[in-house]
Nanobody
Framework: QVQLVESGGGLVQPGRSLRLSCAAS????????MGWYRQAPGKQRELVAA???????NYADSVKGRFTISRDNAKNTVYVEMNSLKPEDTAVYYC?????????????WGQGTQVTVAS
């Protein structure tokens, strides 16, 4: 059974930092591209940051220079370090694992963790 379990969310003041973690089980973690998405109330889910199985990274323009995604294949865990947080970063953050093998897409989601940036 595949599980992606996020942790590290919470309430934080603007300008402060948070680190989210996503622990994966039930998959060959190192072979998956991993991503962090977020969804704010009334908005569509959007990609925040992604990291390939080869550790190439990609970021949304809104978080470039502030967020850093990384992975530890030995721990089956992906992280996102979020610095200089802004109120507009408030959202539920979701972890995603994805890969395509012989045209078959494997796509898994965590349950989400709330991040609230407010003074």
């Amino acid at each position: 059974q595949v599980q992606l379990v996020e942790s590290g969310g919470g309430l934080v003041q603007p300008g402060r930092s948070l680190r989210l973690s996503c622990a994966a089980s039930g998959i060959m973690f190192s072979s998956y591209a991993m991503g962090w998405y977020r969804q704010a109330p009334g908005k569509q889910r959007e990609l925040v940051a992604a990291i390939t199985s080869g550790s190439r990274t990609n970021y949304a323009d809104s978080v470039k220079g502030r967020f850093t995604i990384s992975r530890d294949n030995a721990k089956n865990t992906v992280y996102v370090e979020m610095n200089s947080l802004k109120p507009e970063d408030t959202a539920v953050y979701y972890c995603n694992a994805q890969k395509t093998v012989w045209g078959v897409e494997y796509d898994y989601w965590g349950q989400g963790t709330q991040v609230t940036v407010a003074s």
